[in-house]
């Protein structure tokens, strides 16, 4: 701990000392200390800011008031200015940022709206309702310009992180949600309630997809990885076209890459490149995808258009990796499942195949434990619950109280599932 900072309250204490590793940079930003060195988290400020504020509120003190500013003034000067709003970037070399491009996240702009209404009430300092309305404004910049709003055939939705296709990860956007209401209830921005509860409207309409009674659980996000085998024996293809195809959303087409998160590629180290021309390579190619759950129960769709030099048959096989709670991503282990086998004829060929759902019931990924100390908790699946009951109470719309009922009874059941064994079965911090 910083000498010239405040101490946290217990509980921040507790998780930073378990989880989070709060230590602060030079200009009062809280990062994580990585051991070598103290990493700039773009979300550390709430949680500190937050902290102060309640403690400032409790005590009265005013070291803990200006430690609040202290914070959030820091946390202003390391955003920047994106088509007319304020973004706190997870820069592309950052730890934190595992995707393959710089991004800003739903969720922390959401969380920053909502902590600097705070600031501006505290203060009454004009530069923090700036600072609020400009990072709300991020909210509205579309996916396509490099934002995070995303208008889907169910109605409007912010993501937490880029994926293609989008993973309308459940906790992060329920939580954006629940600070935009209170942005709103703090500045009386009318826009700012209407965008939270249209977004509200979308879940609601999604919530089914979300369920996994096969695991007592509920899901993280819609879409997982999955990779797929082509392979046509003694013969290699030319691969012209090859995409993904998700009904109700669109299609993403794969190029020849490697090592990428959240996005759908043909695996280099697979194929045979000859000048711009893309070879399958010992007679089979790799397709790594990110599959949604979001078109359910309509399947998703490979689409591949290919060069044969002769006739023969091409063999389909899917494989993705079986949920695993103290893990999302897990390196491939599942064995490889026969789906289709088409015929080739000598030339252009084109095929269509889908993707059966009875063998993908882990995509989305079902929510997961996280270490604290030496105890595994699950974080989003009660976050789950008390969005759902945060909204219910607002707004009486049933189907909110249906799931957050029906995902407490899949929690009473975790202890007597062997998947569990050895794992917590409440939230963390219950026993603090």
Known sequence: MNEKMPKFTPRLEAVSKDKYKIK????SYPGKDMGNKVACHPIYGVYVIRDYLFQYKKTGDIKYKQAAEKVTDATIKRMEYYKDSLVFWYKKESVFNSTSKEYYSALTQAYYTEVFAEMRNLTNDTKYRE????TYNSLKIPVSEGGVFHNCSMGPSIQEYPMNPNGYVLNGWFSALSSIKKYSEITGDKDAESFWREN???IIKMLSLYDAPHVSNSRYALNGKAVIKISAPSINLELQDI???VPKEKSYTLTVDS??????FIERSSVEEKGKKVFTKNYSALL???????SYPLENEIAIRLMSPKKGKLNFYIASSPYSPTK???SQKSPYTLIETVDLKQGLNEFRVKLPWKLLKDIGFPTTFKQFGDKWHNVYHFIHINRLEEFYKETKENDLLYYATKWKEYVDKWPNMNIYKRLEKGP?????
């Open 200 to 202: 509200l409207k979308t």
């Open 428 to 432: 963390y911090g219950k026993d603090k």
């Open 131 to 134: 600072a609020a309305k400009a």
């Open 243 to 245: 995409s993904l195809c």
């Open 259 to 264: 090592n990428k998160n959240y996005e759908n």
């Open 24 to 27: 602060f940079l030079d200009d």
């Open 328 to 330: 999302i991503r897990e």
């Open 288 to 294: 790594k995808v990110l599959l949604s759950r979001y």
